[in-house]
């Protein structure tokens, strides 16, 4: 049995202002007409012989995971939700000893879930090639085929040939411009992918053999895992015992049985503005334009509007312009991977524009923050039908819902009633209350909120249908 894990824990910080802690890369569309995520769940769908994926994720991300795959229609999905980030190695243990318990013999193909392939068929070609290479015990690895001296991968080296692939020689890191030059002339390296395959058995033993550690809490926190609604729930007292590691680190460096399927699909790690450029479709002037973007005498730019406001450019080049309702990104393209320093300021800073868009998505719909100042904050709620917030109350706001269309039902305090177009209601500050559409098409109104602190943690829930009470 072919069992794909997809591992979504990354937070893509290089593609902010799009890309944040509660909204990352692999959930936005950023290359064709769906999600990084849901373009490599669609990948393992036309696998010979595969079965629902595993998923692992964070626990802020379960609601994204969930809805994106309902969207794609996939059933008997897995969804893991790691307690905090350990990096790989401890979340592809679980995914491993989760495709244990589905069939003792699982060969498992672990892809991250923020890559880009243009070359599917390329890629389907490969996974059939290292499934009779993992069957006979081997940790496999892709390696991309290079077209140019990169030096923001590591790299393979391949070794000698065996049956359907080549030993790993040696791992090496990322290398300045003249080393990675020197691995094209060579001929022998590889980008290192970030994919694997292998038995689950096997990478359970070498990890074992390898990193024991990890392996003893990672096995300790699934042996006291819950099932949450669609979710299976990782015991976090146990989990934060485990070293934290990457899979290349804790095994694949160490093992005498790692090997390379060198593949040419197109692949991307989307891993900066910059990258993204590159694989993207370009007009004639090296532009890639997208959203509400006029440019005169501008090339080789990236322009991203992403609030249906007009972003004109005139005489520019090699500049990423990334334009957002609450932060606007102008950057050499050259210098887009210094946006992770900018992040890091915006956290030093503790500035909600590294972590929040102005909308945010929850799992009943969404919330978009259209204006706000001192004592007052106004937001466009937006409830999919039969869904309902929280039961709930708030120590230092009151707020006043006016509904635009759909149909309400308001509960505050021991009244329950309902709310019709252009209708409204005040729930002062204390009032136990929960928001519902009962209607059969998204429910969106206007709250304002008025008080001393207007903050998302000023929410005490009594009841949730998502767990979070």
Known sequence: MLIPVVLSGGSGTRLWPLSRKNLPKQFLTLAGDSSLFQQTIGRTLGLIEATAPIVVCSEDHRFLVAEQLLELEVKGATIMLEPLPRNTAPAIALAALQALA?????????????????????????????????????????????????????????????????????????????????????????????????????????????????????????????????????DKAAFVGSPEDSIDYAVMEKTDRAAVVPVSCGWSDIGSWGALWSAAEKDADGNRLEGDVLAIDSHNCLVRSCDRRLVATIGVQDLVIVDTPDATLIASRERSQDVKKLVDQLKAANRPEHMFHRKVYRP???????????????????????????????????EHWIVVSGTAQVTRDEEVFLLSENQSTYLPLGSVHRLRNVGKVPLELIEVQSGSYLGEDDIVRFEDVYGRA
């Open 102 to 234: 589905r069939d003792p013999h699982a060969i498992v193909l672990v892809l991250p879930a923020d890559h880009l392939i243009g070359d599917e068929q390329n890629f389907r070609n490969a996974v059939a090639s290292a499934l009779p290479v993992a069957e006979e015990g081997w940790l496999v690895t892709f390696g991309i085929r290079p077209d140019g001296p990169e030096t923001g991968f590591g790299y393979i080296r391949r070794g000698e040939a065996v049956p359907g692939a080549f030993r790993v020689d040696r791992f090496v890191e990322k290398p300045d411009l003249a080393t990675a030059q020197a691995y094209i002339n060579d001929g022998n390296y590889d980008w290192n992918s970030g994919m694997f395959m292998f038995r689950a058995s096997r990478f359970l033993e070498e990890l074992e053999r390898h990193a024991p550690a990890i392996l003893k809490a990672v096995r300790g926190s699934f042996e006291s895992a819950s099932v949450d609604l669609d979710f299976v729930r990782i």
């Open 364 to 398: 009943w719909g969404s919330y978009d923050s259209i204006d706000m100042g001192e004592r007052f904050q106004v937001k466009r709620i937006v409830v999919k039908p039969g869904a309902a917030l929280s039961l709930q109350k708030h120590h230092h706001r009151a």
